[in-house]
């Protein structure tokens, strides 16, 4: 059995609830605290772990308290990509629960990833938690980066580098480490919807570091969210340590935990939820499920010649599968439907090459489960040579075995053979 992390970010993730759910879910909260104090940067906070509840379901609070300062509730890390420069107030247009009518003025808020790392790599922290933390912090640095046009080492992280921000993303790196999972995989992140305000203007969720982080990841906004429900500190934890963002819950559940946020929605409870389970490797080995993407067209106006090219070229950027089907359209026109298999970040290449390249109007898209048996590529001697041989497997059972094709024409070209003749040796060393 293998173990495994499912993030069911249906409300959305931030540090904060994070440590809340995986403290929920069994890490030992006294060992969370006892491993921080390794940061040497204990003097500058403390945290607060409380038993709370969202429309009933109860689950785990934490907050972090920034000592000699006031307390940091940071429900959602004050979008920390918006580029506060801590000489005035925190604006967002959306309600913080804590009510920053203040000025910040927090010297040691100014930290780049260079500050960070060493801060890191200082401490006694196991050298994985290490590791985790600086994936997770190297994350938001290049959405950063990105958005203002700066390298590295000159995206100064202001909130992200703040204590409380710290003790997040390197509190998820001991959480992980502690619980020890084979794989983590997640739902697709709810990102909230409405807008906030910070350095770049009113901007809409999700703000622009957040989004930056989220490229290729799937995302949900919902206007029954009407917030940031995921922050840049949440988006990085789940962009850095996932395996594969998936809704397949295709597992055996073994515990659930609830991190609590910050926001009292009429519907939705504001929670994340978080899985542990486990998945038997006969299950996962034999048949890997995926998520992907059917577009289709039917064209009865394009010359057939073009077909070759068109599903060349969706190939070779990337689609999984592409073909033509001949059909009968209104009134009995032959025609052809082009169906493209690609993976879900591949929609808008595949859109776009599907535009230019036919004369079609519109495009159909349906989300589908591929279901992949484990498959290996191995080398058979014949008396011709070494060919490869595809063979799938279900239950550790050998289910098909067929030589490669290409391998097969070059040996029957070069011999000036029948090609089923290249066929019948391998099988024959198969046998």
């Known amino acids: ?147 203002h046009n700066k390298p590295l080492e000159e995206v100064h992280f202001h909130e992200v580098g703040a204590t409380d921000s710290i003790v997040d993303i390197v509190g998820a790196a001991i959480c992980l480490d502690y619980l020890k999972v084979d794989k983590v995989l997640c739902s697709k992140v709810q990102v909230g919807s409405g807008f906030v305000k910070c350095a770049h203007g009113t901007m809409p969720v999700p703000a622009p570091a957040t989004a930056e982080i989220l490229k290729d990841i799937p995302m949900v906004s919902s206007e029954e969210i009407p917030f940031e429900a995921t922050t840049p500190t949440g988006a990085a934890i789940v962009a850095s340590t996932v395996y594969k963002f998936t809704q397949n819950k295709n597992f055996h559940i073994e515990k659930v935990g609830y991190g609590i946020g910050g926001k009292d929605l009429s519907d939705i409870p504001n929670v994340l939820r978080v899985f542990l389970a486990e998945v038997k490797e006969q299950e996962e080995n034999d048949i890997e499920k995926e998520e992907a993407l059917i577009l289709e067209c039917n064209i009865d106006d394009m010359n057939s010649e073009i077909y070759e090219y068109v599903i060349n070229k969706l190939l070779h950027e990337g689609a999984s599968d592409a073909y033509i089907t001949p059909i009968i359209m209104k009134k009995t026109r032959p025609a052809a439907k082009l169906t493209v298999l690609c993976e879900n970040k591949l929609e808008n290449i595949m859109r776009e090459i599907i535009f230019k390249e036919t004369t079609t109007l519109g495009i159909r898209k349906y989300s589908v489960e591929k279901s992949m048996l484990k498959r290996k590529i191995e080398k058979v001697k014949t008396i011709y040579g070494e060919i490869s041989v595809k063979k799938s497997y279900l239950k550790g059972q050998v289910l098909n075995s067929k030589p490669e094709y290409e391998d097969c024409k070059k040996i029957a070209l070069e011999n000036n053979i029948p090609i089923k003749e290249v066929y019948e040796a391998v099988n024959e060393r198969k046998e």
């Open 1 to 147: 059995m293998r173990k495994i992390l499912y993030y069911d970010c249906f409300s959305g993730i931030s540090g904060d609830m994070n440590l809340g759910a995986l403290i929920d879910l069994g890490v030992d909260k006294e060992y969370l605290l006892k491993e921080l104090v390794k940061l040497n940067i204990n003097d500058e906070f403390e945290i607060k772990i409380n038993k709370d509840s969202r429309k009933g379901i109860s689950g785990t609070k934490v907050d972090v308290i920034l000592k000699n300062l006031h307390e940091h509730n940071h429900e959602h890390e004050h979008s920390h990509e918006c580029e506060h420069s801590h000489e005035h107030e925190h604006n967002h247009e959306h309600e913080h629960e804590h009510g920053h009518d203040h000025e910040h003025n927090h010297a040691h808020d100014h930290r780049n990833v260079i500050n960070i790392n060493k801060i890191i790599d200082n401490s006694n922290l196991n050298d994985n938690v290490k590791k985790i933390s600086k994936e997770i912090f190297l994350e938001v640095a290049k959405a950063e980066g990105k958005v």
